[in-house]
């Protein structure tokens, strides 16, 4: 079974802690994707990536980075926490077929 | 830009009754996908059924069915027999020629009433 695997599903961090979601996909995929879902909000684009060592931010790239060093994996860095990130942090994946694969997602709490 | 709508933020039904969540979106192109996503309370993100624009019959999925208006860039998922399994996020989203990404709706709560 194909799968997007994020390492945590529950994350509790302090504030201005350096903190890494890190995302993995067996499926050889070459784009890989990174949002945060809040209530009322959606889900909003943070990073994606087409290929390795690639990377473009998305609609809402501050307070993040990212780094893709091997096609199946794709890593979302907090450079320092905030309270404000506090959120639902969901990976996916695809290839040039429509549509994504999903990871379980990633609860995080900073406090 | 393509766009997603979904006017309801929730939605609620009977056990066994049908419910259509409403889907709207706005594009230029002529070639193009749109897919319906389920979110249960579990989190994970499970593909519902997938429409290719240039198909004029509607996809089906079991109790799942779609009626895809293109003239009038609708998109609506119909959720027959409606179980309280189907209580989830539901989330409309469109992929086009502009890159290989999905542009998501708002989402749509659908909560089951035993």
């Known amino acids: 079974d194909v799968k997007v695997t994020q390492s945590s599903r529950y994350l509790v961090k302090r504030t201005g802690e350096k903190v890494f979601l890190e995302c993995v996909q067996d499926?050889?995929?070459?784009?890989m994707f990174w949002y945060r879902q809040d209530p009322g909000l959606g889900l909003r684009l943070i990073y994606f990536s087409y290929d390795v060592k690639m990377k473009e931010k998305g609609d809402i790239p501050e307070g993040y980075s990212v780094s893709r060093e091997k096609k199946e994996r794709f890593s979302l860095i907090l450079e320092s926490a905030s309270t404000n990130q506090t959120s639902m942090y969901l990976c996916?994946?695809?290839?040039?077929?429509?549509?994504?694969?999903f990871g379980s997602g990633t609860r995080l709490t900073v406090v | 830009a393509q766009t997603v709508t979904q006017s309801q933020p929730e939605m609620s039904v009977q056990e066994a009754e049908t419910v259509t969540l409403s889907c709207t979106y706005d594009?230029?192109?002529?070639?193009?996908?749109l897919f319906w996503y389920k979110q249960p309370p579990s989190r994970q993100m499970i593909l519902v059924i997938r429409?290719?624009?240039?198909?004029?019959q509607n996809a089906t999925e079991n109790r799942f069915s779609v009626n895809f208006q293109k003239a009038a860039k609708s998109f609506s998922l119909k959720i027959s027999d409606s179980q309280l399994g189907d209580a989830a996020m539901y989330f409309c989203a469109y992929w086009g020629n502009a890159g290989n990404m999905l542009t998501f709706g708002g989402g749509t709560r659908l909560m089951v009433k035993p």
């Open positions: 499926m050889d995929h070459e784009n």
């Open positions: 996916a994946s695809s290839s040039t077929t429509p549509g994504y694969t």
């Open positions: 429409q290719e624009a240039y198909k004029q």
């Open positions: 594009t230029s192109e002529s070639d193009y996908y």
